[in-house]
């Protein structure tokens, strides 16, 4: 067996109509191979379990094995990478997984994955609160700074507050897609996507439907050690991504909002159950011991102003920032004036936090 014929048999057992991701997995597992399965006769493909006699009848499709042969073809012109599950490359942090994608689609280059990656997913509404846009980028952006993945969806508002945040660290930003990695949703996040990694496991040309999306959530989850759940209502992908998490393993992390604000009830919810309460990425090397994050250059200030940034490890209200600092009040609103006219702090809700 050479890798090339496993992944084209992966790959036409994708095309192949009435077959998933699980009952792929299923056959892989049966007959060890992909190419074993799709060469198997009737009777032994009726002894696979979860495997119907419909699904059975229609291995061997060569409508399936044409399409994987011009997909091939595609992916070669566009630069894309394919993936097949077993083959080197295939990120063994999706074993955590009933339903691994049998073939994954990649364009650029994907980091090292193992079973316990250095990776965290970060992902929330679409209709984020400034609060939360500005502790999302906080985080990525230390954990970044920590040589850790940061992992999220692409989608607006938190997703792309901590993909932008992890990148302009210098960090590296993996993008979990709903559609095929060469149609990026939504649009305006194309000059983003370029910056990252993207991931999917829809053919070339394939556009976002709304079933993908929580099906996405699943491999955010299984790729990360852990997942934060930034802002999210009780009912959201976000919430499902914490589940997934669950149900692999991983540890769930939350970040608290406002009281009554429906965009904070699910984190809360998550918190009460026995989410890590996050509000720092220093809260997430912690958990999973992974160190301390480095500190933030700091550019070159004066003195009060220096204080006050070096303090702002997270959000932070006047008298936290007396206290961490010594500074009076007059020079601390002074200071704290000079950094926003800068761009460097913003107020949000009563508390101050780096932008």
Same mark, same amino acid.
């Given at each position: 067996m050479t890798d090339a014929a496993e992944l084209l048999a992966l790959l036409t057992l994708r095309f192949t109509p009435n077959l998933g991701p699980r009952r792929i997995e299923s056959l892989r597992?049966?007959?060890?191979?992909?190419?074993?399965?799709?060469?198997?006769?009737? $009777?032994d493909l009726r002894n696979?379990?979860?495997?119907? =006699?419909?699904?059975?009848?229609?291995?061997?499709?060569?409508?399936?094995?044409? *399409?994987?042969?011009?997909?091939l073809q595609k992916c070669q012109q566009a630069g894309v990478t394919l993936i097949g599950r077993g083959l080197p490359s295939y990120p063994p942090a999706l074993d955590a997984l009933g339903d691994p994608p049998p073939v994954l689609w990649v364009l650029g280059e994907l980091p090292?994955?193992?079973? $316990?990656?250095?990776?965290?997913?970060?992902?929330g509404t679409r209709t984020a609160s400034p609060y939360a846009r500005s502790l999302t980028r906080a985080i990525a952006g230390d954990l970044a700074r920590?040589?850790? $993945?940061?992992?999220?969806?692409? =989608?607006?508002g938190i997703d792309t507050e901590a993909h932008t945040a992890a990148v302009d660290a210098g960090g590296t930003s993996i993008g979990v897609l709903g559609s095929a990695v060469d149609r990026i949703y939504p649009s305006e996040?194309?000059?983003?996507?370029r910056r990252l990694t993207l991931i999917s496991e829809y053919p070339l040309g394939t556009g976002p439907q709304q079933h993908h999306f929580p099906t996405r959530n699943r491999l955010i989850a299984a790729m990360s050690s852990g997942v934060v759940i930034a802002e999210g209502e009780k009912k959201s992908g976000s919430m499902i991504t914490a589940t997934h998490a669950l149900e692999c393993g991983r540890t769930v992390f939350a970040v608290p909002g406002r009281a009554g604000d429906p965009r904070a009830a699910g984190p809360h919810k998550l918190i009460r159950e026995g989410a890590v309460l996050t509000e720092t990425a220093q809260d997430?090397?912690?958990?999973?011991?992974?160190?301390?994050?480095?500190?933030?250059?700091?550019?070159?200030?004066?003195?009060? *102003?220096?204080?006050?940034?070096?303090?702002?490890?997270?959000?932070?209200?006047?008298?936290?920032? *007396?206290?961490?600092?010594?500074?009076?009040?007059?020079?601390? *609103?002074?200071a704290l004036v000079m950094l926003q006219l800068l761009g460097l702090v913003e107020e949000i809700g009563g508390r101050w936090a780096r932008r």
């Open positions: 597992t049966h007959f060890g191979t992909a190419q074993q399965a799709l060469t198997a006769n009737l $009777v696979v379990p979860g495997l119907d =006699a419909k699904s059975a009848a229609s291995i061997g499709d060569k409508k399936a094995a044409q *399409q994987a042969e011009n997909e090292d994955l193992p079973t $316990v990656p250095r990776s965290i997913g970060i992902v920590a040589d850790v $993945v940061v992992i999220s969806g692409l =989608a607006r996040n194309v000059p983003l996507s997430i090397l912690d958990e999973l011991n992974w160190g301390t994050a480095p500190s933030q250059p700091l550019p070159d200030l004066p003195p009060e *102003q220096a204080k006050v940034l070096k303090a702002l490890t997270g959000p932070a209200t006047l008298d936290d920032l *007396q206290v961490g600092t010594g500074l009076s009040l007059p020079e601390l *609103q002074t």
